[in-house]
């Protein structure tokens, strides 16, 4: 697909979340890990692009603390950015963009924004919307993926489906903040809205422009910070007081919900954020038993299970049913499928006797 | 209680089962393990005669790869065995117990065998009975001690009660080996059957008499290994090749089961051998949500749970309900409660994983 030669991929590796504690850890988060094949997360999305010619020569914005890391996964795969940013503070999406934008050369190419820690099952149906969106991206629309919905998620922000504006793309009609699960049943029932998947493709300038409108003081700190910026090799590293004046915003709120030219481009994907040990097991290889096992696991009589190990113990189970067990480092969790919203709690509670 | 003080405890420390792995080993069995309290069953059986006074000077017939062990955990606790006897190969417990009365002289000095990890929650009891025992050992009796039975146990061997010898001893009409449901139900209901709990005391010359009469080869067999014994201050290491020349045989077949003076001293002690997870469930002691945890153990809406980790992970739990969950070294075991006769399967699969 030669369109996509010409996209500058931008991933977005500034998540620290550590929703899947224990594996995930603010000194390693979801993207560095392999949780759904042998590749991490963040390698599969830098392949995901590049495709069978290799990788594209990606800009990766990520947390200062996790250069290393970026550059180690990036290098085994045989993977070459052309920059890997690292912010000096954590400071939401938009400012992140605006350093790769900044970065980028702040001209017509286009730029597809993609969070380092998602699964997209289906490529090819990724690629083709990649390439529906090009023309309104050349034309200097601000492109967004929106995913079919397969049920009425409370987790994700929405977003309607407007008129037509080119095969396979529509106007971006209005965005839905996270909603109640009313309002995400009905949406879901119309037909004519998507989950906000945050992917997004756009001209670079186009997006620098709108930040100037939309939000003037993001682009502001996000240019002196890059004017300052220390140069290490393939390393940027923006200047951190310039950087740190920088209000802390999404590109949702900062820019795509103001913004006039916004379109939409609909797409089933087989897309997940992975954003619990739940949103894992759907997305896994299940056995004939329904078990999702990894690593040092022993099963015996067991079905339906997410069963992951990190080989530093091995994991035996026998007769259960329905649970999640992680074991990871020096720590196992053990709950029921269905409830791995309490890993939060659970880990502060593990953290918590830790210190005590 | 002064009888006490004449009373050798004969403690038999040979097994190296592994039903509760993964925390028993052969390496480290049962009786090393501290399971129901911050002392190991085998410091809890020495001092369970000990009492206020401190340790009985007991004999120790112990594997002879675990006399380090035996060796440490009595000398923690301050009591000084009067031997160990190391067995150079496994032969049951006819001719252990024949190496400890030939070691304690042979005379007519009562000795008291007891297993080296079983519970016994009324020492008190416990030593109601020994006292009751005292005048019939004394004549010459071999004297066994009849757990009152609170479940139709079909992994038990059950003793009948017959006539009333004196106050608190019966004879043993009748040993009756681990039954079928439908006859240990019936066992229960009569009333006049105990559970064979292993525990003996008779007089060491009376003993080796009977086991002359009944199983002579296995006491020229410990006779020669003793005559031939080395001995390393407290250690006695018999000879082995002497000692393999024993038939392998338990008491209960050898010479209670045959001899014509056998008494059964009816008992209710809180006794439990601790065969099993779920066992050590039932005699341990839980929190008001019926969890027994111990370890580095997190539990968050968590009920009815035996959760035991050794500290080489945490072990963190949410939502989740009749589970037994033991972390031991690398290795973490998860199991419904009532299950747990699946652990021999459970570890030889995962002994075999790491094998392959």
Redesign the interface.
């Known amino acids: 697909m030669r369109e996509l030669e010409s996209v500058v991929p931008v991933i977005l590796s500034g998540g620290s979340g550590t929703r899947l504690w224990?594996m995930s850890t603010t000194d390693r988060p979801k993207q560095f890990l392999a949780l759904t094949a042998a590749e991490t997360m963040l390698q599969l999305t830098v392949q995901r692009i590049g495709g069978a010619e290799g990788c594209a020569p990606a800009i990766i914005v990520a947390n200062a603390a996790h250069g290393d890391f970026v550059e180690q996964q990036l290098a085994t795969i045989g993977c070459h950015p052309q920059h890997v940013i690292l912010e000096p503070a954590a400071r939401n999406t938009a400012p992140a963009i605006a350093l790769a934008a900044i970065a980028a050369g702040g001209s017509d190419q286009p730029l597809l924004v993609m969070p380092s820690d998602h699964v997209i099952a289906d490529v090819d149906a990724f690629r083709a919307a990649i390439a529906a969106a090009m023309p309104i991206v050349a034309d200097g629309w601000l492109a967004t993926f929106g995913i079919t919905p397969d049920h009425p998620a409370t987790g994700f922000g929405w977003i309607k489906i407007g008129e037509t504006l080119g095969a396979g793309v529509n106007r971006a009609e209005r965005f839905v903040e996270k909603p109640p699960l009313d309002k995400a049943e009905a949406m879901l029932a119309s037909g004519d809205h998507a989950w906000n998947g945050g992917i997004f493709m756009f001209r670079a300038d186009a997006y620098l422009d709108a930040l100037g409108r939309f939000a003037p003081d993001i682009l502001a700190a996000a240019q002196a910070a890059m004017d300052k910026a220390d140069r290490q090799g393939r390393r940027l590293l923006p200047d951190g007081e310039a950087f740190a004046a920088s209000p802390s915003n999404s590109i949702d709120y900062a820019v795509m919900e103001r913004a006039e030219r916004v379109a939409v481009v609909p797409v089933a994907m087989g897309w997940s954020d992975v954003g619990s040990w739940d949103a894992l097991y759907d997305v896994s290889a299940r056995d004939a038993l329904g078990n999702s096992a990894t690593g040092?696991v022993?099963l015996?009589?067991t079905s339906n299970c997410l069963v992951r190990s990190d080989g530093?113990?091995?994991?035996?189970?026998?007769?259960?049913s329905d649970?999640i067990?992680v074991?990871s480092g020096?720590?196992?969790?053990?709950?029921?499928r269905g409830?791995s919203q309490?890993?939060k709690?659970?880990?502060a509670?593990?953290g918590e006797?830790?210190a005590g």
Chains 1, 2 share one sequence.
């Open positions: 224990p040092d022993v015996q009589d530093n113990v091995t994991v035996a189970l026998h007769g259960v649970l067990v074991a020096s720590t196992v969790m053990i709950l029921p409830s309490e890993v709690a659970l880990s509670l593990a006797r830790r």
